[in-house]
């Protein structure tokens, strides 16, 4: 019987069991909820730059989101704030669209 102990899609114990199988489940708390969100977006972050093609790229780009956004919901903030945030960092500093990539910055 193969082990997991991973954070899961909230649908998954329900594919499983259409599937015919018996799982075990448990509700995380808190504290340790946020610490399987960071350990999935390090699993999601490494299939990312493993992906072989765009389609799989933007595939592990949603999981990041999905991720992205449950944590921010942890924090005690919604999408739209977690956005508006990063709207104003834009502003202030820019963006990445421009490919920038900064060699070395000559000391006084």
Do not use: C, Q, W
């Not at 949603?62 to 956004?69: C, G």
Request: hydrophobic share 40%; no cysteine.
């Amino acid at each position: 019987m193969p082990v997991y102990n991973k954070l899961v899609r909230d649908r998954i114990p329900e594919i499983i069991e259409i599937s015919g199988k018996v799982f075990t489940t448990r509700i995380l708390e808190e504290d340790d909820y946020l610490m399987e969100i960071n350990k999935k977006m390090h699993e999601e972050l490494a299939e990312y730059e493993e992906a072989t093609s765009n389609e799989d790229s933007v595939e592990e780009l949603a999981d990041l989101l999905e991720l992205i956004y449950a944590a921010a919901n942890t924090f005690g903030t919604t999408i739209e704030e977690l956005e508006k945030i990063r709207i104003d960092k834009a502003r202030k500093r820019g963006g990445f669209d421009e490919r920038i990539f900064l060699v070395d910055v000559e000391d006084d």
